[in-house]
Every structure is written in C-alpha cells, then in structure tokens.
C-alpha cells in the first residue's frame, strides 16, 4: 500500500523561523485550496514528506514556530539541528519499538495473521520471525475471535502479547474477547490477573479500501471500561506510544492508520518511552484549541496554514490519548484559548468528538466563549468513489470555515 | 439430619474446619499404601486414539477423600440453592450437583501447576483447586472475603496461585483463553497441561473449532474437556448438535468419551489425556455426566426432561453413591462412619456460610478499584482526569 505523498515542496526551506510572514503567503498560494472540495487533490496527501535535514520532531511544514512540538523535557527529543537521529519510515518506527521491547524482554511476543514469514501486511513485523522464531512472532489463522482471545489467556499466565488486527475492522469478530474478557478479567477477578496485552492495527479511510475495510472503531471500543487506548500520528509518537504500551500492565488499543505508514521523519537514537495518557502539544497557539488525532491532525496543520495567512492563531493538539483524555492538557489550553474544535475522522454519532465535547463541557463550560465545535466523518460506510470518500472525512476547507466561524 | 448439631461444633471447629475447605480425616482407614484396583463402570471409547484401560489404581485415602470433597461439594451447592431462594445470592447461580466427578476425578490426576478454565459452573472446580468454602459463599453473597472481593459474582470465580482461570460468563469465550493459557505453557518450556473445560451448548460455537485448529497446529498442550449433561440449558442436545458425539468432533483431533459419573473414570482419562498432550498436541475428554438442578436457579430443570429421568439418573449413576458402595464393598468405613462424614459436611457448609455472613459489603470506592492497573508508574483515575501524574523509569 503506497501512500502518495505529493512532494509539495513543504520543508524545501528549514530557516524560516518564528515568523509568519512573506515566505508564507507565497507558499500557500501554491497550495491555495480553491473552496470546492472535491478539486482539492493537494489535501489529498495525508501528510507531509519530511526532509532529510530538517530536524523538528513533529512539526509539520516549515513555517511553523520552533517549539511546535511542546514535548515534556524528560525525553530527549528536543529539535537542536545538531541532533543526529535517524530516519524512519512510521512502520519501521513501530517495528523498532516493537523490536526493541522484544529485546528488552522475553514474555514480549506477537500473534496475528501474517505478522511472521510474511512480515506482517503493512511491514511492521517484517524480519522478527527469522530473529524471533515462530513461536514468538506466531503467524495465526484467520480466526480473530480465537487469537485474540488465546493473547488474552497468555496473557493471564504471564506473557506479554502484541495482537495484531491486520485491519481494524476485523476486530470486530473479537469484540466478545476485547470487551469481556481484555477489559473485565482484572475487575471481576478482584485484581488477581492482569492483562497486559497490545492490541494494534490499521483503521480509518484509506484510498477507495471499501466500507468494510475503512472503519473508524475508536468509538466502539471507548465505553469497554479497563482499556485504554491511544492512537499514534507520527513515527516519534508511534514508537514511543508502541513501547509504553507493551510495558504498561493494562490492556492497551494502539490505533494505527492505514495512510500513515509512510510518513517519514527524524527520531532520536536514543531510546525513549512516551506517556500513554499524555496529549502532545502540535502548535501552541492563542486564538482557537483544535483537538485533534491520528490522521486528520494532518489535515489540521494543513488547515492551520490557511488559518495562519488569515491572521488567526490557532493552538493544535494531537490528543493521542483516546480512553482517557488528558484533560490537563486539553484544558490548560481552553483556559487560554476560550474556544474549541475537535477535528476527527470518527463517526459523528457516539464517536471520540461526542465524548469528548461532553467531557470538556463538564469540565471547562465556563471557560467557554462559544460552544464547542466538533468536525467528524459523515455516519456512512464509506464509499468506494473517490470523491465521496473524500466527502466522508473533514477536509481542510472544513475546518478553516468552522475555525472562521467559531472566532466570529 | 437435625440441625441441633451446630450449635454444639460451632466454637471449636470454627477455627480447623474454615480453614480449609476439605473435612479432616476421620478415624477411618486412610491407609495410602495398599493398592485398590477398580474397574470403571464402562470402556472409554475413543477416536483416533488407543484407549486407556479400565483398571484404576488407587488406595483407601484416595477413596475417603474422594467421598469426603465430593459430599462437601454437594452440600456446598444445596445449600447455595436455599441462599439464592432465600434471596441472599442474586443473578445467576449455575449448580453443579451430580458433575462432581468431574472435578474429584481431575484433580487426582493433575497438580496444582497445570491449569483449570471452565464456564460459568464453576463452585466445585474451585473447591477442588483448594477454594475455601468461605471464599466461594461471601463471593456468591458479593461481600469483600470473596475470591473476587465480591466483584465477580457466581460466574466469576479465580484462583491465580492454585491456576484457576475462571470463571467465565459467555459461553465458550473461554475456550480461546485456555488455549492461550496452553500457549503460554509450551512458550515457556514447562511441561504443564491446560483443561479447557466447557458444556455440550458451547461445542457448537465456532470459536471453538478456531481454537481447536489452533492448538492442533502448533502442538499445544491443551485438553479440552466438554462436560455433557446432555441438555444445553433448555435444550437437549440432539435438538442442538446434528453430531453429539462431542469426542469425534475434533475430527483431526483425537477424543475420548469417558463416564463422568465415576471418579475413577475421569482420573484415568485426565492422566492419560495429560501425558499424550505433552507429546502429542490436543485432545478432546467428552464428560458423560447430568446435573440434577437446573441450568441455574431461575430453570426449574423439569420442563424439558422428566423428573424420572432425573430420578433415574440419581439412583444408578449418582457419583458420590458409587464411591459409598466402593468403600463399603472394600470394607474401609461403616456406614455410620460415612454418614458421618455427610453430616460434617454440613456443618462445615453452615459454619462458612454463617462467617460469610459477617462479611461485610464492599464499599464505594472498590467501584473503582481493579478497573485499571497501576503500570508504568502512571495513575489512573477513572475515564477523564484532571490531574496528570508521571513517573518514568
């Protein structure tokens, strides 16, 4: 699966710092999204190629600020031009994570439907077997109800399994084992079983997949009390969230998206673990929070150009924690910024937008100047055409006019 | 049997008799030295398989215990029948009362480091695993001395130390987990088996061919023990299983089809199950055994089969009045004696029952305890939190 990403000339020029000027103008005119949707064929790149020689960890395009990427200073990632890092693809970042935790520890082992001689269908187990051996990165049948479920009971006995859905949307077959046995055996042995599983694999719309292989299950899974889940963005966050989650002792979702594999970028040599429950802070901002995650923070950034070159201010922040939100970050944010968009490629009914604009009403109503926004794909199977599938998911120009009109 | 007894054991025992869940000998031959051959009430039948044979060893204090934890089980599970229709246990109860053997005749034949998964009818499995009746009534009763702290109910019952896995609600979700557990156990090199138990109604659930695949193809040690009292809650299983020769199921497989009325039956097909699945991959026990109550407390259990039939089954295959007539026959007890034993039983039942009691409920905040566990030196506090709080390695 090729993801094409039109080199758009993004990062051609690394210097242009902290100001939002010229360079600027001159580059979204490039890319001036012309207000009709479906004649976008720009936006249709989910991401952005980064260059070899630029060094910002997260940031997307160039002329964004320096400190884009508001990363805790305990991980060592601090973009300085010096840093050497190295490059990587995002599934080779996770199948770094992955194999440096099967390194780490013997109970760390994979199963799914081709992860082992095959390398797994999206290349993130590609090689572990021949190092691993069979046992340990195990090539299942087609049988996601049983191998989920067979993770889940290794997982009682010790070991520390990684359970790949070869697409999200299979693991719907597995929703008895997620459900009640993943998220309640912790509960309802009084605490004597823990259930460190990982479950992972590939959602969200891809290019022209169908319906049944473009779901959005992020919503299905939230209300499954004892899980947790994140969703990973970039080759950083992907490799640190797949480490945290192998070593947590909770059962964790990591969703993954299927356009988001080729995304490029520089991460350090060194080796370093994220926060599960931790939000990342994209681009601070002033005027306006967009909370937003996997695929469509994508999409957001390229929104914020716009928005930039409009004159607004907008603050970015990759939730990344699905189940549960980092409502510290969230709201420090909304106290200062007064207004919020929640960007998301899940269905608009009961999705990951819905839950979270009821938490942030609770929370944070009186910070509120306007009420909360929140941009999700349409409730439809996704369509196979291509411009309908385009009409599914938020688009840039959408999110530009709905920032316009919650700053009115 | 007159209740008077109570009142006068209560003190002194209290301490001895809830302190494990098995009677203390009695002064009755429990010589284990002295080689008791018995025969099984019928031949095992098998398929793809040679069969065991028919002559089990065993000796006087096997047999005495046998009758004394069988005899403790089934007055475990009557009298968990006038709790839930005295309105203290609530929900579902599922009652084990006539498949005692199953659990009697496993446990002699495996320890404690090979693992036990079983369905939702799980009292005596976990009384058999070395569960102390005052853990299985406060679990029944939701208080806090239960083995799940009162949080998992009568289908939710664990004992990670004696490995046993449960305990589980949906039927036949647990056979994927045991063969997980059996994966588990041949990654780790350790020559341990697993008994994935589960009813003739989940053998016809897809999930568990997948397993069965599974374990077949990668030699898992897994032995799948399908306990068929022949009606899968209201139905009977020729109204459900075009096929009910459950043993042949596997196909590929091998099975074997025991008596799981008798003890002695089970045992012999648990220790040869054991030694052929650690060379050999998996295998399928068929239990041929009957449960006299319900499917659980709320099923009257007599509007799709005879109370006859019942009968019937409980005068000629009853488990605990073959092994009565076995020690009888071999002359190790009297009859007193063994009625004795009974009433011990009882007593022990109520005085577990009347300290779980005491028990308290457990309080608020165990709502949310056991939700989430504390891992990676990160704290959760329920779904949304205000406060973020990290410790990294």
């Given at each position: 699966?090729a993801?094409i990403?039109q080199?758009?000339?993004?990062?051609t020029s690394?210097?242009s710092?902290?100001?939002?000027?010229?360079?600027?103008?001159?580059?979204?005119?490039?890319r001036s999204?012309?207000?009709k949707?479906a004649?976008?064929v720009?936006?249709?790149?989910?991401?952005?190629?980064?260059?070899s020689?630029?060094n910002?960890?997260g940031?997307?395009?160039d002329?964004?600020?320096?400190?884009?990427?508001?990363?805790k200073?305990d991980n060592?990632?601090?973009?300085?031009?010096?840093?050497?890092?190295?490059e990587?693809?995002?599934?080779?970042?996770l199948?770094?994570?992955?194999?440096?935790?099967m390194?780490?520890d013997?109970?760390v082992c994979?199963?799914?439907?081709?992860v082992?001689?095959?390398?797994?269908?999206y290349?993130v187990t590609?090689?572990l077997a021949?190092?691993?051996?069979?046992l340990?990165v195990l090539?299942?049948?087609?049988a996601?109800?049983?191998f989920t479920?067979?993770?889940?009971?290794?997982?009682?006995?010790?070991?520390r399994p990684?359970?790949?859905?070869?697409?999200?949307g299979f693991?719907?077959?597995a929703?008895n084992?997620?459900?009640?046995?993943?998220g309640?055996?912790?509960y309802?042995?009084?605490?004597?079983?823990k259930?460190p599983v990982v479950i992972?694999?590939?959602?969200?719309?891809g290019?022209?997949?169908g319906a049944e292989?473009?779901?959005?299950?992020e919503s299905?899974?939230?209300?499954?009390?004892?899980?947790?889940?994140?969703?990973?963005?970039?080759?950083?966050?992907?490799?640190g969230?797949?480490?945290?989650?192998?070593?947590?002792?909770?059962?964790?979702?990591l969703?993954e998206?299927?356009l988001?594999?080729n995304?490029k970028?520089?991460?350090p040599d060194?080796?370093y673990?994220?926060?599960?429950?931790?939000?990342?802070?994209?681009?601070?901002?002033?005027?306006?929070?967009?909370?937003?995650y996997?695929?469509?923070?994508?999409h957001v950034?390229?929104?914020?150009?716009?928005l930039?070159?409009?004159?607004?201010?907008?603050?970015?922040?990759d939730?990344?924690?699905?189940?549960?939100?980092?409502?510290y970050?969230?709201g420090?944010?909304?106290?200062?910024?007064h207004?919020?968009?929640?960007?998301?490629e899940?269905?608009r009914?009961?999705?990951?937008?819905?839950?979270l604009?009821?938490?942030?009403t609770e929370n944070?109503h009186?910070?509120l100047d306007?009420?909360?926004m929140?941009l999700?794909?349409?409730?439809?199977?996704?369509?196979y055409?291509?411009?309908?599938e385009?009409?599914?998911?938020v688009?840039p120009?959408q999110?530009v006019?709905?920032?316009?009109q919650?700053?009115? | 049997?007159a209740l008077?007894h109570r009142?006068s054991?209560?003190?002194?025992?209290?301490?001895?008799?809830s302190?494990?869940?098995?009677?203390?000998r009695?002064?009755?031959?429990?010589?284990?030295t002295?080689?008791?051959t018995?025969?099984?009430?019928?031949?095992?039948?098998?398929?793809n398989c040679?069969?065991?044979?028919?002559s089990?060893d065993?000796?006087?204090?096997?047999?005495?215990?046998?009758?004394?934890?069988?005899?403790l089980?089934?007055?475990m599970e009557?009298?968990a029948?006038?709790?839930?229709?005295?309105?203290l246990?609530?929900?579902f109860?599922?009652?084990?009362d006539g498949?005692e053997?199953?659990?009697?005749?496993?446990?002699a034949?495996?320890?404690?480091?090979d693992?036990?998964?079983?369905?939702y009818?799980?009292?005596?499995?976990f009384l058999?695993?070395g569960?102390?009746l005052l853990?299985s009534?406060a679990?029944?009763m939701g208080?806090?001395?239960?083995?799940?702290n009162?949080?998992g109910?009568s289908?939710h019952?664990?004992?990670?130390?004696a490995?046993?896995?449960?305990?589980?609600?949906?039927v036949?979700a647990q056979?994927?987990l045991?063969?997980?557990?059996?994966?588990a156990?041949?990654?780790r090199?350790?020559?341990?088996?697993?008994?994935?138990?589960?009813g003739?109604g989940a053998?016809n659930?897809?999930?568990?061919?997948?397993?069965?695949?599974?374990a077949?193809?990668?030699?898992l040690p897994a032995?799948?023990?399908?306990?068929?009292?022949?009606y899968?809650m209201?139905?009977?299983e020729w109204r459900?299983?075009?096929?009910p020769?459950?043993?042949?199921?596997?196909?590929y497989?091998?099975g074997?089809?025991v008596?799981?009325?008798?003890?002695f039956?089970v045992k012999q097909?648990?220790?040869f199950a054991?030694?052929?699945?650690?060379k050999?991959?998996?295998?399928i026990l068929e239990m041929?055994?009957?449960?006299?109550?319900?499917h659980?407390?709320?099923?009257?259990?007599?509007?799709?089969?005879?109370?006859?039939?019942?009968?019937?089954v409980r005068?000629e295959?009853?488990?605990?009045?073959r092994i009565?007539k076995l020690?009888?026959?071999?002359?190790l007890?009297t009859?007193?004696?063994?009625?004795?034993?009974?009433?011990q039983?009882?007593k022990e039942v109520?005085?577990?029952?009347?300290?779980?009691k005491?028990s308290?409920m457990?309080?608020?905040p165990?709502?949310?305890t056991?939700?989430?566990?504390?891992g990676?030196?990160?704290?959760?506090?329920?779904?949304?939190?205000?406060?973020?709080r990290?410790?990294?390695p």
């Open positions: 699966m993801s990403f080199g758009i000339g993004a990062a690394l210097s710092s902290a100001s939002f000027d010229t360079k600027k103008l001159q580059f979204s005119s490039v999204l012309s207000g949707r004649s976008c720009v936006m249709r790149s989910g991401g952005v190629k980064m260059d020689d630029s910002r960890i940031g997307r395009g002329q964004l600020v320096t400190n884009a990427v508001a990363t200073a060592p990632a601090s973009s300085t031009a010096s840093k050497p890092g190295h990587l693809l995002l599934f080779e970042a199948r770094e994570g992955l194999e440096e935790e390194e780490r013997a109970r994979v199963m799914g439907e081709d082992g001689h095959y390398g797994g269908s290349k590609k090689g021949q190092k691993y051996g069979d340990r090539d299942t049948p087609i996601e109800n049983s479920g067979m993770g889940i009971g290794a997982a009682m006995m010790g070991l990684i359970i790949e859905g070869m697409n999200m693991l719907l077959l929703f084992q997620i459900s009640n046995n993943c309640m055996l912790h309802t042995s009084g605490g004597q079983f259930i992972r694999g590939p959602g969200g719309v290019r022209q997949l292989h473009s779901q959005r299950l299905y899974f939230q209300s499954i009390p004892g899980i947790q889940m994140v969703a990973c963005s970039t080759p950083y966050n992907a490799k969230l797949m480490k945290a989650a192998i070593r947590s002792d909770n059962p964790v979702i969703f998206h299927v988001l594999y995304l970028e520089r991460i060194e080796e673990v994220l926060n599960l429950e931790e939000a990342e802070m994209v681009r601070p901002g002033e005027h306006v929070t967009i909370l937003t996997s695929r469509m923070r994508y950034m390229q929104a914020a150009k716009t930039v070159n409009k004159g607004y201010d907008p603050e970015v922040i939730i990344r924690s699905l189940k549960p939100f980092d409502l970050t969230i420090n944010s909304i106290k200062k910024t207004r919020v968009l929640i960007v998301e899940c269905m009914t009961g999705g990951i937008g819905a839950s604009t009821a938490a942030i944070f009186d910070y306007a009420p909360i929140c999700s794909s349409q409730d439809v199977p996704t369509p055409a291509g411009t309908l385009e009409w599914t998911v688009q120009p999110i006019a709905a920032v316009e919650l700053c009115r | 049997m008077a009142s054991g209560l003190l002194k025992p209290l301490s001895t008799a302190s494990s869940s098995f009677l203390h009695r002064p009755y031959s429990t010589d284990d002295t080689t008791i018995v025969e099984t009430s019928v031949p095992f039948t098998g398929h040679e069969t065991p044979s028919r089990v065993t000796n006087p204090k096997e047999l005495m215990t046998f009758f004394t934890d069988m005899a089980m089934r007055r009557i009298a029948d006038s709790l839930y229709k005295s309105k246990i609530r929900g109860c599922h009652l084990y498949q053997a199953v659990s009697i005749g496993m446990e034949a495996i320890t404690k480091k693992c036990i998964i079983t369905a009818r799980d009292h005596c499995l058999g695993r569960g102390t853990e009534f679990e029944l208080r806090t001395a239960g083995c799940s009162g949080k109910g289908m019952f664990y004992k990670k130390e490995c046993f896995f449960g305990g589980h609600g949906i036949g056979v994927p045991g063969c997980g557990l059996a994966f156990q041949k990654y090199k350790e020559g341990h088996v697993t008994f994935t138990m589960y003739d053998a659930q897809g999930q568990l061919f997948e397993a069965l695949n599974m077949a193809l990668w030699d032995i799948l023990v399908c306990e068929n009292n022949h899968g209201g139905t009977a459900a299983a075009k096929s020769a459950y043993y042949k199921r596997g196909d497989v091998p074997l089809k008596d799981g009325m008798d003890a039956a097909a648990c220790k054991k030694e052929h699945v650690l050999n991959g998996p295998i041929d055994t009957y449960r006299y109550h319900g659980s407390m709320s099923d009257p259990g007599s509007t799709y089969r005879t109370r006859d039939e019942i009968s019937g005068q295959r009853d488990p605990i009045e009565r020690i009888l026959a071999h002359d007890a009859e007193k004696e063994l009625k004795d034993i009974e009433k039983a009882r109520d005085e577990a029952i009347a300290k779980a005491e308290p457990p309080d608020e165990e709502l949310f056991n939700v989430y566990r504390k990676f030196g990160v704290e959760s506090f329920g779904a949304d939190r205000k406060e973020l990290t410790t990294l």
